[in-house]
């Protein structure tokens, strides 16, 4: 199974300090991810920080390994991680001419826009 993703969703879900997915002493091995279309493994063992916000992430596999000798599925870390979230991340299409607008609602409504 792979679970889709924003690369900016991916990039909180890395920097979130919740000791439940990120336990001290925690790395990952094994990460693939296919980035617009592309399959890579070029993020292996570290920060996907280098993706930019909106680029459209698959998460193919991946190990989140603990101190203890343990290994946690990553992507089924990170949809747990994903449903308790309080916000979601979005990827918008909209008619230029309406973008304004567009920006103005997510706003007003307490979103924001990266």
């Given at each position: 199974?792979?679970?889709?993703?924003?690369a900016?969703?991916?990039?909180?879900?890395?920097?979130?300090?919740?000791?439940?997915?990120?336990?001290?002493?925690?790395y990952?091995?094994?990460?693939?991810?296919?980035?617009?279309?592309?399959?890579?493994?070029?993020?292996?063992?570290?920060?996907?920080?280098?993706?930019?916000?909106?680029?459209?992430?698959?998460?193919?596999?991946?190990?989140?390994?603990?101190?203890?000798?343990?290994?946690?599925?990553?992507?089924?870390?990170?949809?747990?991680?994903?449903?308790?979230?309080s916000?979601?991340?979005?990827?918008?299409?909209?008619?230029?001419?309406?973008?304004?607008?567009?920006?103005?609602?997510?706003?007003?409504?307490?979103?924001?826009?990266?």
């Open positions: 199974m792979t679970t889709k993703t924003t900016s969703e991916l990039q909180a879900f890395w920097a979130s300090d919740d000791p439940m997915f990120w336990p001290d002493g925690a990952v091995e094994g990460l693939t991810l296919m980035v617009d279309g592309a399959l890579t493994d070029e993020f292996d063992g570290t920060d996907p920080g280098t993706l930019t916000d909106d680029q459209d992430i698959k998460i193919i596999g991946g190990a989140i390994c603990l101190e203890n000798g343990d290994e946690r599925d990553l992507e089924t870390q990170f949809r747990k991680w994903r449903k308790l979230q916000s979601v991340f979005l990827s918008v299409q909209a008619p230029k001419d309406k973008l304004d607008e567009i920006k103005a609602a997510i706003k007003a409504l307490g979103g924001t826009i990266r």
